[in-house]
């Protein structure tokens, strides 16, 4: 079955059709668009977007209060810039795996979008302009953590550990959990308790929230040679991992109720943290019963309850 098409128009021989320019015309800026749409792609948004959800509320915790709306800015642009560059080199280094996996082969570079020399200068350049930024008008304590973020992120785990260990997940959750103390020392020069239990909190969450995703994507992993733990583990031990560190992410978020919150944090986070660690046993009883198990229900839930909790955060500190 052919598509209906515009109907060709006969024209002079060696005339070029009147409408091949208006064509064209229009085709250029779509292309432009295309081509923006990949290098945005190559920042990967949606955990620019997750970032910043932890990231302001760790400000406004430090502050007491609403920090000044400049400081804010310069660290929301910052971070994103700091993240996007991040996750640009990730692209670069990942881009010959990414063409094996189905999750990722529609990434820029795997569908030749963008070329690999200009994915690496883009990533390069938004980790100095986001370093710079921060030096400026932050501090340099805040502008020291925004580096070593992207350079272990880039170098530590996608590099190393990301193809040579199933611990890849544990140590790489220092760099998703970073923003919490970016945005501290921001705010401060320095970095206090509740600062390291938040901290904790992202940090031990990464494997709750990842592991599901890589038992989706298990026949992905295993294509491409990278040993995520639900490709090379038993399913018992991913399932102990899987509660082990929910337990450890809600015991920590616990711990920052007593260092100057109050109850309008800790009972949301007591609420949150029991659905939190009910949808993790499910996933983690569904599974060890060879039964039909649903993971990202509990990769979704998890985002929900990173989002609530340090919207909690964000709300104590105001009241």
Same mark, same amino acid.
């Given at each position: 079955m052919s598509m209906i098409t515009d109907r060709?128009?006969?024209?002079?021989?060696? $005339?070029?059709?009147? %409408? !091949?320019?208006?064509?064209?015309?229009? &085709?250029?800026?779509?292309?432009? @668009?295309?081509? #923006?749409?990949?290098?945005?792609?190559?920042?990967?948004?949606?955990?620019?977007?997750?970032?910043?959800v932890t990231t302001v509320p760790a400000m406004m915790l430090a502050d007491g209060g609403l920090p000044s709306l400049w400081l804010v800015a310069v660290v929301l642009v910052g971070g994103s810039l700091a993240a996007g560059?991040?996750?640009?080199?990730?692209?670069?280094?990942?881009?010959?795996?990414? $063409?094996?996996?189905? %999750? !990722?082969?529609?990434?820029?570079?795997? &569908?030749?979008?963008?070329?690999? @020399?200009?994915? #690496?200068?883009?990533?390069?350049?938004?980790?100095?302009v986001s370093v710079a930024l921060m030096a400026a008008f932050t501090n340099l304590l805040a502008a020291g953590l925004t580096l070593a973020a992207i350079v272990y992120y880039d170098v530590v785990y996608t590099l190393?550990?990301?193809?040579?260990?199933?611990?890849?997940?544990?140590?790489?959750?220092?760099?998703?959990?970073?923003?919490?103390?970016?945005?501290?020392?921001?705010? !401060?020069?320095?970095?206090a308790p509740a600062a390291w239990a938040l901290f904790a909190v992202v940090f031990f969450w990464q494997m709750p929230h990842?592991?599901?995703?890589?038992?989706?994507?298990?026949?992905?992993?295993a294509r491409a040679g990278i040993p995520m733990l639900p490709v090379v583990a038993s399913t018992r031990r991913v399932n102990a991992e899987i509660i082990i560190f929910a337990w450890?992410?809600?015991?920590?978020?616990?711990?920052?109720?007593?260092?100057?919150?109050?109850?309008?944090?800790?009972?949301?986070?007591?609420?949150?943290?029991?659905?939190?660690?009910?949808?993790?046993?499910?996933?983690?009883?569904?599974?060890?019963?060879?039964?039909?198990?649903?993971?990202?229900?509990?990769?979704?839930?998890s985002t929900t309850y990173l989002t609530i909790l340090f919207a909690a955060v964000a709300l104590d500190a105001l009241i």
């Open positions: 060709p128009v006969s024209t002079p021989a060696g $005339q070029q059709p009147v %409408r !091949t320019a208006a064509k064209e015309a229009v &085709a250029a800026p779509r292309d432009i @668009r295309a081509v #923006l749409s990949a290098y945005v792609a190559l920042t990967k948004p949606r955990i620019v977007e997750l970032l910043l560059a991040a996750s640009v080199i990730n692209c670069y280094i990942d881009r010959d795996i990414d $063409q094996v996996m189905r %999750r !990722t082969k529609r990434r820029p570079l795997p &569908a030749h979008t963008v070329t690999p @020399r200009n994915a #690496l200068i883009f990533g390069l350049v938004l980790a100095a190393w550990l990301k193809r040579t260990t199933t611990a890849n997940t544990f140590w790489g959750g220092a760099c998703g959990a970073a923003p919490v103390l970016i945005g501290w020392a921001a705010v !401060t020069g320095s970095l990842f592991y599901p995703l890589a038992m989706k994507y298990k026949d992905d992993y450890l992410t809600v015991a920590s978020s616990l711990a920052v109720w007593p260092l100057g919150m109050s109850p309008i944090y800790g009972l949301p986070s007591l609420v949150v943290g029991a659905i939190f660690l009910v949808e993790a046993h499910k996933l983690a009883r569904r599974s060890a019963r060879g039964q039909a198990v649903k993971p990202m229900r509990l990769f979704h839930w």
